[in-house]
T-cell receptor, first 115, second 114 residues
Framework: ETGVTQTPRHLVMGMTNKKSLKCEQH?????MYWYKQSAKKPLELMFV???????ENNSVPSRFSPECPNSSHLFLHLHTLQPEDSALYLC??????????????FGQGTRLTVV | DAKTTQPNSMESNEEEPVHLPCNHS???????IHWYRQLPSQGPEYVIH???SNVNNRMASLAIAEDRKSSTLILHRATLRDAAVYYC???????????????FGSGTRLQVQP
């Protein structure tokens, strides 16, 4: 238990479906992240949120839409995905300050399969 | 972002020490060296980090070269549960304005034989 919980753990969706991934952190952190891990590829940073504001979007297609309603919750809304979007989606959190930061804590991920 | 280079894979025997190398020849003066590992079917987890001096914690030791262009993660007695992908990552210091989000490379896949 890392203090970062992701649901669901597994998701199968059709290309025309709309679904959402949820991440919740119980660590009191102010920064949250979405990463994508495809088979045989390194983790790719998708989005960064600091104090609920998006601070990074690494050229992620618009079919992925993040939402951060508060510092403890992060969502990734999915619509009209492609089979190549099948991957493990990981959420992480950390505490970021002007003069210090903590290590990042990761959830166990959501294994997404697009059919 | 400063880049790190690690071997793709390494093998070890159970209860023996493991030395996982990392090269980071373009490291800047304020970059910290972080190590994370990813066990099968799990998200990455923090292992250790350092700036210049060698560091020890309950999980591992980190040996940093004097010129800081390379470092070595040391697992003193490998167990089967240490089989994972180990990532060496450079992160700017807290006072630095550089990007802090972790950028992962391919890492080193460590196999531990019983």
């Amino acid at each position: 238990e890392t203090g970062v919980t992701q649901t669901p753990r597994h998701l199968v969706m059709g290309m025309t479906n709309k679904k959402s991934l949820k991440c919740e952190q119980h660590l009191g952190h102010n920064a949250m992240y979405w990463y994508k891990q495809s088979a045989k590829k390194p983790l790719e940073l998708m989005f960064v949120y600091n104090f609920k504001e998006q601070t990074e979007n690494n050229s992620v297609p618009s079919r992925f839409s993040p939402e951060c309603p508060n510092s403890s919750h992060l969502f990734l809304h999915l619509h009209t995905l492609q089979p190549e979007d099948s991957a493990l989606y990981l959420c992480a959190s950390s505490q970021e300050g002007q003069s210090s930061y903590t290590e990042a804590f990761f959830g166990q991920g959501t294994r997404l399969t697009v059919v | 972002d400063a880049k790190t280079t690690q071997p793709n894979s390494m093998e070890s025997n159970e209860e023996e020490p493991v030395h996982l190398p990392c090269n980071h020849s373009t490291i800047s003066g304020t970059d910290y060296i972080h190590w994370y590992r990813q066990l099968p079917s799990q998200g990455p987890e923090y292992v250790i980090h350092g700036l210049t001096s060698n560091v020890n914690n309950r999980m591992a030791s980190l040996a940093i070269a004097e010129d800081r262009k390379s470092s070595t993660l040391i697992l003193h007695r490998a167990t089967l549960r240490d089989a994972a992908v180990y990532y060496c990552i450079l992160r700017p210091g807290a006072m630095d304005t550089g990007r802090r989000a972790l950028t992962f490379g391919s890492g080193t896949r460590l196999q531990v034989q019983p």
